[in-house]
């Protein structure tokens, strides 16, 4: 997905392959984030595009979005066997931005907690490669007392 991309309030969705270690999008959808929805439309529309894709042979070892419910849901619904990875730049965006943040007291994450919300969640996942092959640490920092 590349959301934000475009100024008409849309979102762009892609189905990408790889073929001899390269990305190639094979299939485009846009969404009308402007438009009146009901509840779950989102889904709704991302599961008919990918059971069409199914329908046509699609069936991925693994699937990518960002941590969108309604994309994580579809993709999960369509394809139960997949395993799903959240988008590593997602990732890193959403932890610089924390990072960044003045304000530290927000819920911290529990992977047990996570792990009941979509139980294809590892709760000791923990990256150990990043794109330049060195080891990634991540730091949490809370400013809870107990």
Not at 41 to 68: C, H, M, Y
Not at 72 to 86: E, G
Not at 113 to 124: K, P, R, T
Request: glycine residues 6%; charged residues 25%; proline residues 3%.
């Amino acid at each position: 997905m590349t959301g934000g991309t475009n100024k008409q309030g849309m979102e762009l969705f892609s189905g990408v392959a790889d073929i001899c270690g390269e990305g190639l999008s094979f299939s485009f959808l846009f969404i009308d984030k402007c438009a009146p929805a009901t509840t779950h439309a989102k889904q709704r529309i991302l599961e008919r595009w990918f059971t069409v894709l199914k329908n046509r042979g699609i069936d991925p070892e693994f699937t990518l979005s960002d941590k969108d419910k309604s994309e994580i849901n579809a993709l999960r619904t369509v394809w139960p066997n997949a395993k799903h990875q959240l988008c590593i730049w997602h990732v890193l965006r959403a932890i610089r931005r924390r990072l960044a943040s003045r304000e530290l007291d927000t819920t911290p994450y529990n992977a047990v907690a996570a792990h009941n919300l979509f139980n294809f969640i590892d709760v000791d996942f923990l990256p150990t490669n990043s794109h330049d092959g060195k080891k990634v640490n991540f730091l949490f920092r809370s400013n809870r007392t107990s």
